[in-house]
């Protein structure tokens, strides 16, 4: 079980992941706040139980809450803007010091579609994915490049429960963190 | 040879219609159109003929007709469909039903009279199709005789359709009907009608007998005459020795078919120039190429077939079809398609047998049958249409029953939980009492999960329970729990009794004064201007306001999630757009302000200290949004003092 943490274009992402589509204008009609999806990985499944949370500042202080008890993290960040890599940078900071210490991190560079604008290069996330012991892919919910594969490689990365890695455990351990887009939160949606 | 010259003249109807009675006229233009459609396929099938027999099948298709012309009023005016109408139109069906049940097994005669009676010279083709426009022309085929027995009915049946075409009732109904070629299907029919509708239906059967009687007075005495004679014949032949009259009469049937098929074989040849459209070859690459071009998703055919004007005339469009086929037979043989492939180049084959005026007229048939069928099928869309939100309207009304059903077996076990606690009284007596010495919340917990157990275990060793499925036993314990919950609930809220009181009350206060000036715009809220429109939210506020009702934590859990799920649904009706956390977080922190539930504190501390161990998936994070909605609220406050 996955339980993670959803800022800002996680929702894209995570809408993309599960519903396996990405609507330019109007994504689908239900709830994006809490979504669950199953994938098959060789013998075992994982169930992935996605937290969406609110992710402006002011609630920032409420993130703990969501967290806490997670096995992964996606803490995602928009390659065309310096400023959310900088904060990604800072939840990654805040989960290896405050989740569970077996928390799965990953670092996913999202909008990769849009490489003209980009600002943040592949190699600087990629050599401080590698310091930090982080998953790394850049991704795009538009494209859906990356998606599947993120999840996947945070599936395998998981521990596998005891009982020879049946999801019927209620393990927790993950978070999945996207940075906020300092302008306009919504608007920084991958759109 | 009156009937070559009008088949030659590409009008063979006018003559026969004009004979064929006044009863035809009075009908609407769609029930003549498919009158004439009906006439169109007799006069190909039966050849040179025809002329000759249609006298007593004209006859018998008016008889047939009869029962509807008399019993069913003029066609009412569609666009008012009443409710008297409704009535009527469940009349009408029946009426429908009880003439093709009755003649079913009265009219057998019929078919064979106008078939192949042994005073006509037997020189036409055999019937390879009774209907054209009837659906399962294949089945029709192969069932022979059987089938034969039905045509009258089913053409009947599908004139009264074109009258009723756009009454509900009758549109699914009429489309069992018209499906259905064996007798059996026409009592399923009548079965499944009778399902539907309701006594009334008997009533209005009798009066389609009466009907049916009344028009068999109108057949001739020489028809009468003849039938009886059928019959008689029909139960001298030595086969006799089944049981079945049924079936006799159809191996007798297709023995004479038989017959009749090599007959007809060997006096008129398979390809004859001077009988076009009534030679074999002709209908044999009709019902080919129709089969062909239906198959054909394509827009081409389309601008093929109805443009074979244009050209150079005759060539222009044997060139085209025969263009449209390779390209047809290419595509099958790119898809690997065997059975297309084969078909496409029989009907390369059989259309290789005619000259260019020879395509020009098949395919000039085959048009003119299309038109024909058009508003056939537009009926047939419509029926469907109905028929699925017939399907659609059962399924809600089937999942209201289930729904029922549900809680009705719910009041039951509620109440033998009472009678079981009523039992165990004693036992529950000393918990309440044990309880109120823990202080420890963990002990607590522990304590209510324990005598939980122990009830339910015992429960299961109570007569009552012997039988019990799981569903109830789980059922059981949700009201166990919520039963027990309900005697320490005033100690299980207020573990620390007064001061959690006077905490709550502080709170309630506090959120009162905040509620007073909070607008959806407040800067620590900013909930995003999209979602304004449904401010401030009463249906999640009602849900939430009334979380004191409940009394087990799981109720009240529950509670929390239809709040939730409120603000959920309302924000996706607002934006269009699915809810994310974004967006819910401070709709709900404005909807607790509003809202402000009493004892608020004690409750969330209630639930994660009762239930908390027990959440799964989605109630874990509306628990958590929940929680931290009123965390943020708690710094809310903080800031304000």
């Known amino acids: ?191 | 040879m009156e009937n070559q010259v009008d088949t030659e003249n590409g009008n063979p109807n006018r003559l026969r219609r004009q004979s064929s009675g006044s009863s035809f006229y009075s009908k609407s233009d769609v029930d003549s159109e498919f009158a004439k459609d009906l006439n169109d396929e007799i006069s190909l099938e039966n050849g040179a003929n025809a002329t000759t027999m249609m006298a007593p099948n004209q006859n018998l298709l008016r008889t047939s007709s009869h029962p509807f012309t008399t019993t069913v009023p003029p066609n009412s005016d569609p666009s008012s469909p009443s409710r008297n109408n409704r009535g009527e139109q469940i009349r009408r069906s029946s009426a429908v039903v009880t003439f093709s049940s009755k003649t079913a097994a009265e009219s057998l005669p019929g078919p064979s009279t106008r078939k192949y009676p042994s005073s006509v010279p037997v020189s036409q083709p055999p019937p390879t199709s009774s209907s054209s426009f009837e659906p399962s022309t294949e089945d029709y085929n192969q069932s022979g005789a059987s089938s034969s027995k039905f045509s009258l009915i089913h053409q009947g049946l599908q004139k009264v359709g074109a009258h009723l075409r756009n009454k509900k009732n009758v549109v699914s109904f009429r489309n069992t009907l018209s499906h259905s070629t064996t007798t059996s299907n026409f009592t399923n029919g009548t079965v499944e009608f009778n399902d539907v509708g309701n006594a009334r239906i008997s009533e209005s059967r009798s009066t389609g007998f009466l009907s049916n009687e009344a028009s068999s007075n109108n057949i001739s005495t020489l028809d009468r005459q003849r039938i009886a004679d059928d019959i008689l014949n029909k139960y001298r032949l030595p086969t006799n020795s089944t049981p079945n009259p049924e079936i006799l009469h159809s191996v007798v049937k297709k023995e004479e078919e038989n017959d009749n098929i090599e007959k007809a074989d060997c006096q008129s040849p398979y390809y004859d120039p001077e009988n076009l459209t009534t030679c074999k070859a002709f209908i044999d690459a009709k019902r080919k190429l129709r089969s062909v071009l239906s198959s054909a998703v394509n827009l081409t055919s389309n601008s093929i077939m109805s443009n074979p004007g244009g050209g150079n005339g005759n060539d222009a469009i044997s060139i085209a079809i025969f263009e449209y086929l390779k390209l047809l037979l290419a595509e099958a043989i790119n898809d690997q398609d065997r059975t297309m492939t084969a078909q496409i180049r029989e009907v390369q084959r059989s259309l290789s047998l005619f000259d260019s005026k020879g395509i020009r007229k098949l395919l000039k048939i085959m048009r003119d049958e299309n038109r024909k069928r058009t508003s056939y099928l537009h009926y047939l869309q419509q029926s469907r249409l109905t028929l699925l939100q017939l399907k659609s309207c059962l399924r809600k009304l089937t999942t209201r029953i289930h729904r029922e059903e549900d809680l009705t077996t719910e009041c039951l076990v509620e109440v033998l939980v009472r009678f079981y606690l009523e039992k165990n009284e004693q036992f529950i007596r000393n918990f309440i009492i044990d309880f109120q010495q823990l202080h420890v919340q963990d002990e607590r917990t522990d304590s209510v999960d324990k005598t939980l157990q122990k009830l339910c275990d015992k429960m299961s060793d109570d007569q009552i329970w012997q039988g019990a499925k799981e569903k109830h036993l789980d059922c059981a314990r949700k009201y166990l729990e919520r039963s027990l919950m309900g005697y320490i609930y005033h100690f299980a809220l207020y573990p620390n009794g007064d001061a959690d009181q006077f905490r709550d009350e502080v709170f309630h206060k506090s959120l009162h004064e905040i509620g007073k000036t909070i607008t959806p715009d407040h800067r620590e809220l900013r909930i995003p201007q999209k979602l304004h429109g449904e401010c401030p939210w009463p249906s999640a506020q009602a849900e939430i306001a009334i979380i004191n009702a409940y009394k087990s934590p799981r109720d009240k859990m529950e509670c929390v999630l239809r709040c939730c799920e409120t603000i959920e649904n309302l924000i996706a009706l607002a934006s269009g757009q699915s809810a994310s956390a974004d967006d819910v977080t401070p709709v709900l922190v404005y909807i607790l302000i509003k809202a402000n539930p009493p004892a608020l504190l004690s409750n969330i501390q209630y639930v994660s200290g009762f239930y908390g161990c027990r959440m799964r998936g989605n109630e874990a994070y509306w628990w958590t949004q929940f929680t931290s909605a009123v965390e943020f609220i708690k710094q809310l406050l903080n800031k304000h003092v």
Not at chain 1, 18 to 33: C, D, L, P, R
């Open chain 1, 1 to 191: 079980m996955l339980r993670t943490l959803d800022i800002n274009f996680c929702s894209s992402l995570v809408l993309r992941f599960v519903k396996g589509q990405f609507h330019e204008y109007q994504e689908s009609t239900i709830g994006a706040a809490f979504l669950t999806q199953t994938i098959c990985l060789d013998d075992t499944t994982v169930k992935f139980e996605i937290w969406d949370t609110a992710g402006q500042e002011r609630y920032h202080s409420l993130a703990p809450m969501y967290y806490r008890g997670a096995q992964a993290a996606i803490v995602v960040y928009d390659i065309t803007n310096q400023e959310s890599f900088a904060k990604a940078k800072n939840w990654v900071k805040e989960l290896q010091r405050q989740a569970s210490p077996n928390i799965v991190i990953a670092l996913a560079g999202n909008k990769a579609d849009l490489a003209s604008k980009r600002v943040v290069e592949y190699e600087e996330a990629q050599a401080y994915a590698e310091d930090n012991g982080l998953l790394f892919m850049e991704t795009s919910a538009k494209s859906s490049m990356n998606v599947n594969d993120i999840f996947l490689a945070i599936a395998k990365k998981l521990p596998r429960s005891e009982a020879g890695g049946g999801p019927a455990g209620r393990g927790h351990g993950g978070v999945n963190i996207a940075e906020e887009n300092p302008q306009s939160a919504r608007k920084s949606c991958c759109s």
